[in-house]
């Protein structure tokens, strides 16, 4: 069968661009609705680079195609400064005491998915 479409296709990307990682307080309503006196209380920008792949499979051809999605991404976000619950302390004097946290902050994420074809 000559110019038959492939039934999986493998793939591999890169990107690079800026991470931001931020702690951040507010007061709310109690019901999620209003969030008010917002404040970043620490955060940090880094140079970011992505790399991914994966295989995509035709499942099921014609107008409306349904794809199989399996891949995976590893971010390289090097080292990074952030705070976790109980770094920000509340002094008697009213002022704060910061006790950021540095660690490298990369991450692999793993992805499984469909998609379907609108026709045409």
């Known amino acids: 069968m000559t110019g038959a479409p492939s039934a999986w ?4 990307y890169g990107t690079t661009g800026l991470s931001y990682f931020a702690t951040v307080s507010s007061l709310g309503d109690g019901w999620g609705h209003a969030d008010w006196g917002e404040t970043t209380n620490y955060s940090d920008l880094v ?6 792949g994966g295989i ?3 499942v099921a051809p014609g107008t409306r195609p349904v794809s199989l999605d399996v891949g995976v991404e590893r971010h390289h976000n090097g080292i ?3 705070l976790t619950e109980g770094d920000i302390v509340d002094n008697p004097d009213g002022s704060i005491t910061l006790y950021p946290n540095r660690s490298q902050a990369d991450l692999t994420t793993f992805r499984f998915g469909f ?6």
């Open 9 to 12: 296709w493998p793939y591999a």
């Open 47 to 52: 140079i970011a680079f992505k790399l991914g």
């Open 56 to 58: 995509r499979l035709r």
């Open 80 to 82: 990074a400064d952030f």
């Open 115 to 120: 998609s379907v074809g609108v026709g045409g």
